[in-house]
C-alpha cells in the first residue's frame, strides 16, 4: 500500500513526481504529497484525497526545485488529513514511506523522552522525527538516515531528502518492493518499474534490506550488513507497462475486455502447440513424488486457489489444503518435504501471502508461485515462478488476472494428473482442447454485455445480494460476491447452493436478488433446487446458465444470463465473466469509483 517516488532530475520536480505518482495510484489514494528542494530549503505540498487534488493545489501553489519526493497513501495509522499526509517533515529532513513501522510507539517514547513534540497520528512521522534527532547529534545525512533505519522494524519502502542537499536521496528498502531508475544525468525512485516507465528504462531492484545513497551520477547500494552490494540494472520492457485505458470508460472494463487475448496468452506459454502435455519451465517438478499441495493466498486469488483445489482433487486425486494467508501464517500449520507450497499472488507483492511463503521455506519440497509481475518478491523467492501473463492490471478489482491464474492453475493441475497417471492420454486431449476453445467462449461471454448490464441496472437497487453456486461454481460465487462488494458496496456473500438451508435462506424475501451460476452440468438439478427454494420464499433469481440449463430452468426467475456451452473444468473461468461484468455495470449504474473503490488499495503491502 502506499506508492512513494523520488527524482534528482534536471527539470522541475513537480510535474515529474505528479506523473509518476498518478501511475502509482493504484497503491492508494487516501492522499497525496510532495516535498522538494529548492535553493537548499525543503518544501511541501499535501492534499487529502485523490492525486487530483495535489494537482489542483501546485497550480495555485506551486513548488519548484529539481530534486523531490513524492507519496500516494492508503492510510493505516492516523485518518486520511493533511496533517497525516506524506511527506512528512522534521525540520531539515522530509520522508515518505510505504509500510508499517511496528516499533514506532517504542521510537515514539524514546523521541518523547528526549522533549520531541509530535504533529501527526503517523507511524512515519516517528522516521522524520528520529533522523532529526541524529542529524543534531552531529552525524551526516546518510549516517543520521542509516541509523534511523537500523532501528526501524516492520515493512518499509523509504526515501529521505534533506535540506541543503539538493543532489542526494537516501532510499531503503525492508519488507515493501523499491526500484531505483538510472537516466541520464538524473536518478530515480519508485515503488515500482510502472512509476518509472515514462523516465528510464534502467532500473535496479533493491532486496531485503538494501539501503541506497542516490546522487545525479551515482547509486551506492548497501545490504542490511552495511556492505556494499551490487544490484543488477536490469533493461524494463515498456510495454510491459502502459496504462492507457484503450478507449474504455474504466481500467476495469478494458482489463474484462482483455481477457480472451490474455487468457490464450497463458494458455500458449504452458501449453505449447500441437501437444496436450503442459509443459512448465522447470522439468524438475515432479507431482507423482509429492504426497500433499498447499495453496496459499489473499481475496480473489484465494477464490483461484479454492477453484483450483477442485481440479487437483478430481483429476490429479492430490490432497489439498487452501488457506487465506493472513490465517496460515500464524497457525503454523505441518508442512512435510512431500508437501508443494504454492502461493498465488497478482502483485507477488502481498505481505501476508509472502510472509506465508517465508514461513514454508525450508520446510516444502518446493516453493511454487504463480504471479503475474514476475520481478516481484513472491516471485523472486520462489523456487519456481510460473507468470500468468495477463499484463499490468490497473484496476483495483482484479480481473483478468483472476483468469489467468486459473487457467494457469488448471494447467498445473491437468501437469499433476500427467504425472501422477490419473488422466489417460484421451482425457488429457480433451482437456487441452477446452482450454485451447477458451478464448473464443470468452468473447461469446463478453457478447452477452448488453443482458449483463440489464440485469446489474436491477442489482444497483439492492442493499443485499446473494451469489450461489455448487461445486466448481461455488468458490466463483465467493468471487462474485466480492467484486459486486468492492466496487458497488452493495453488501453481497458468496454460498455454497446447498448451505442455503443451515441458515442464510432466513434472509430471503422479495427485496433480496439471488444471482445463481449453474451451467448445465452434473451438480445442476441439486442447484436447480437450491434454487426453487429461494424462489419459493419470493427470492429474486438471476439465473447464469447456458442454453440447456436456461431452457429446463428458466420459469419464475428474475432475469437470465446466456452463456456458452463449455467444458466443465473451463467453465469456472468462462463464468468469471458474468460475475465480473455484474459487478462492473451495476458500479456504473450506482456511479461509485469503479477502478479505485473507496478504502481499497492493489497492492497489499502491509499486514
Ligand atoms: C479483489 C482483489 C484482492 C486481491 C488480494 C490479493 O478484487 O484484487 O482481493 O486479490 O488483495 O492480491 P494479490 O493477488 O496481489 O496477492
Not at 184 to 192: I, L, R, T, W
Not at 273 to 281: A, K, Y
Not at 326 to 336: A, G, K, Q, V, W
Request: aromatic content about 6%; hydrophobic content about 45%.
Amino acid at each position: 500500500m502506499c506508492g512513494i517516488v523520488g527524482v534528482l532530475g534536471k527539470h522541475e520536480a513537480a510535474p515529474i513526481l505528479v506523473e509518476a505518482l498518478k501511475r502509482l495510484e493504484y497503491r492508494g489514494y487516501d492522499s497525496a504529497g510532495i516535498a522538494t528542494v529548492n535553493g537548499g530549503k525543503l518544501g511541501r505540498r499535501r492534499a487529502v484525497g485523490k492525486l487530483v487534488n495535489l494537482s489542483d493545489l501546485l497550480v495555485h501553489d506551486p513548488l519548484p526545485g529539481k530534486s523531490g519526493i513524492g507519496h500516494t497513501r492508503w492510510a493505516t495509522h492516523g485518518a486520511p488529513s493533511v496533517s497525516n499526509a506524506h511527506p512528512h517533515q522534521a525540520g531539515p529532513v522530509a520522508v515518505v514511506h510505504n509500510g508499517i513501522v511496528e516499533n514506532y510507539r517504542e521510537l515514539r517514547a524514546e523521541l518523547a523522552e528526549n522533549g520531541i513534540d509530535f504533529q501527526t497520528e503517523t507511524d512515519t512521522e516517528t522516521v522524520a522525527l528520529m533522523t532529526e534527532f541524529y542529524l543534531k547529534s552531529g552525524l551526516s545525512p546518510v549516517e543520521a538516515a542509516f541509523k534511523t533505519i537500523d532501528r526501524l522494524q516492520g515493512a518499509f519502502a523509504l526515501a529521505f531528502l534533506f535540506d541543503g542537499r539538493d543532489d542526494l536521496i537516501v532510499a531503503a528498502r525492508k519488507g515493501s518492493p523499491l526500484a531505483i531508475g538510472h537516466g541520464d544525468g538524473e536518478m530515480f525512485v519508485g515503488s515500482d518499474a510502472i512509476a518509472l516507465a515514462p523516465l528510464t528504462d534502467r532500473i535496479t531492484y533493491l532486496e531485503e534490506g538494501d539501503r541506497a545513497v542516490v546522487t545525479r551520477t551515482s547509486v551506492e547500494i548497501r545490504n542490511e550488513a552495511g556492505e556494499i552490494a551490487n544490484r543488477e540494472i536490469r533493461k524494463i520492457q515498456l510495454d510491459q507497462t502502459r496504462t492507457d485505458k484503450g478507449g474504455h470508460k474504466h481500467f476495469m472494463a478494458k482489463e474484462i475486455a482483455e481477457q480472451p487475448v490474455v487468457v490464450a496468452e497463458a494458455i500458449r506459454s504452458y501449453l505449447p502447440t500441437g501437444s496436450d502435455r503442459v509443459v512448465l519451465p522447470d522439468t524438475d517438478l515432479d507431482f507423482s513424488k509429492l504426497d500433499r499441495l498447499t495453496m496459499v493466498a489473499c481475496g480473489t486469488a484465494f477464490y483461484a486457489c479454492l477453484t483450483a483445489k477442485y481440479w487437483f482433487e478430481q483429476l490429479a486425486r492430490m490432497p489439498v489444503e487452501v488457506d487465506i494467508a493472513s490465517e496460515f501464517r500464524y497457525r503454523e500449520p505441518p508442512i512435510t518435504d512431500r508437501t508443494l507450497a504454492l502461493f498465488v499472488s497478482q502483485s507477488g507483492e502481498t505481505a501476508d501471502t509472502l510472509a506465508a511463503l517465508r514461513y514454508c521455506e525450508g520446510k516444502a519440497d518446493k516453493i511454487v508461485s504463480v504471479v503475474n509481475v514476475p520481478e516481484s518478491s513472491i516471485a523472486r523467492e520462489s523456487d519456481l515462478a510460473l507468470p500468468i501473463h495477463a499484463g499490468v492490471e490497473i484496476g483495483v478489482a482484479s480481473t483478468k488476472a483472476f483468469t489467468c491464474q486459473l487457467s494457469v492453475l488448471l494447467m498445473l493441475a491437468l501437469k499433476a494428473a500427467a504425472d501422477r497417471g490419473t488422466l489417460d492420454d484421451d482425457a488429457l486431449a480433451d482437456h487441452a482442447a477446452a482450454l485451447r476453445g477458451l478464448p473464443t467462449l470468452l468473447n461469446a461471454a463478453l457478447d452477452q454485455e448488453e443482458a449483463i448490464r440489464k440485469s446489474a441496472q436491477r442489482l444497483s437497487e439492492a442493499r443485499d445480494v446473494l451469489f450461489l453456486g455448487r461445486g466448481l461454481m461455488y468458490p466463483l460465487a465467493l468471487e462474485g460476491a466480492l467484486k459486486l462488494k468492492e466496487i458497488s458496496y452493495i453488501h453481497a456473500e458468496g454460498y455454497a447452493s446447498g448451505e442455503l438451508k443451515h441458515g442464510p435462506i432466513a434472509l430471503i424475501d422479495k427485496h433480496m436478488p439471488v444471482v445463481v451460476m449453474a451451467p448445465r452440468d452434473a451438480v445442476f438439478d441439486k442447484t436447480v433446487s437450491n434454487m426453487q427454494e429461494v424462489m419459493a420464499r419470493k427470492g429474486k433469481v438471476i439465473l447464469v446458465s447456458d442454453d440447456d440449463g436456461i431452457a429446463d430452468a428458466k420459469d419464475g426467475v428474475w432475469s437470465t444470463i446466456r452463456m456458452p456451452h463449455a467444458h466443465a473444468s473451463v467453465a469456472p473461468i468462462l463464468y468469471s465473466v458474468p460475475a465480473q461484468l455484474l459487478a462492473y455495470h451495476t458500479a456504473v449504474a450506482k456511479g461509485t469509483d469503479v477502478d479505485q473503490p473507496r478504502n481499497l488499495a492493489k497492492s497489499v503491502t502491509v499486514e
